[in-house]
């Protein structure tokens, strides 16, 4: 009922399971999933009634265990929790299970979202600063930003050369055309598609000179490829795949505190942390 709650809402359901799962576990020879199955439970290719299991779970306590959905309820009749700080993933499958704290009988922990954060480097603060990169551009196609910033280094006249040529040959296409018309109508529809070529490969020229720029340019791209990598790892947060040690054995252990004294715990926002300040 809760799952189609939470769809009729227009959330996805976070964790999906058969509807003859019983949230259990059985640990024996390998972690096993235990299911429902004609009034009977299964665990691999063993079956066993109801009192089966139950005189099994009373003999060897230890080798059952709960899922995802069942844990937290767990957790709650064991160890009570007021408040947990979660990511994103676990407050979606918590909205799904809340209901089972109601069926047992426990008060449901008040869950809020982690502090989630970047570690921004000098090195990189500077670079972003220098070419007016925020923190989402990097988020996106990386190859947008280093266009943009190679763009910046592209030779002026260069361009203002190009622009002028192009001007110059519509132009003179234009007034060319206009005479040929006069002399034969019909080649309207021709002169049409001679513009369009030349349009075309001027466009294409026009690309080939800034790729032998970018390519000119390596040395910059690598630079900003480093960024990239170091504050959006992967293609996600830089905190799903870099460890703290890193930065540790980099800037030593008085960075704990330095980033305990910035971090807005309560800020579900996604926080940048510079490194400007902090001196070893």
Do not use: W
């Amino acid at each position: 009922a809760r799952n189609r709650q939470i769809e009729e809402a227009g959330y996805h359901i976070q964790v999906e399971k058969r509807d003859d799962a019983t949230h259990l576990f059985y640990n024996h020879e390998g972690r096993k999933p235990v299911y429902r199955e004609n009034g009977s439970f299964t665990v691999g290719e063993d079956t066993f009634t109801t009192d089966q299991l139950k005189a099994l779970i009373d003999q060897n306590p230890e080798r059952f265990s709960p899922d995802v959905m069942t844990r937290p309820v767990l957790q709650q009749y064991f160890f009570p929790v007021v408040s947990q700080k979660c990511g994103p993933a676990e407050i979606a499958y918590l909205a799904q299970l809340n209901p089972l704290f109601d069926l047992f009988d426990l008060p449901a922990p008040n869950h809020k979202a982690r502090a989630s954060l970047t570690i921004v480097e000098t090195r990189f603060e500077k670079q972003m600063k220098d070419h007016e990169i925020e923190f989402e551009d990097l988020t996106g196609d990386i190859e947008q930003v280093v266009n943009r910033v190679l763009a910046e280094t592209f030779p002026p006249e260069l361009e203002k050369d190009f622009n002028a040529l192009r001007r110059t040959i519509e132009r003179q296409f234009r007034t060319f055309r206009e005479e040929a018309l006069a002399f034969d109508p019909q080649l309207e529809k021709f002169g049409r598609q001679i513009q369009g070529k030349i349009d075309y490969n001027l466009k294409a020229f026009e690309g080939k000179v800034f790729s032998s720029h970018k390519k000119k340019s390596q040395q910059e791209r690598d630079r900003l490829y480093r960024l990239h990598h170091a504050l959006f790892t992967n293609r996600g947060f830089q905190e799903r795949s870099l460890n703290i040690t890193y930065f540790l054995s980099r800037y030593g252990m008085d960075l704990i505190p330095y980033l305990l004294e910035r971090l807005d715990s309560e800020e579900t926002d996604h926080q940048l942390i510079s490194l400007a300040e902090y001196t070893t």
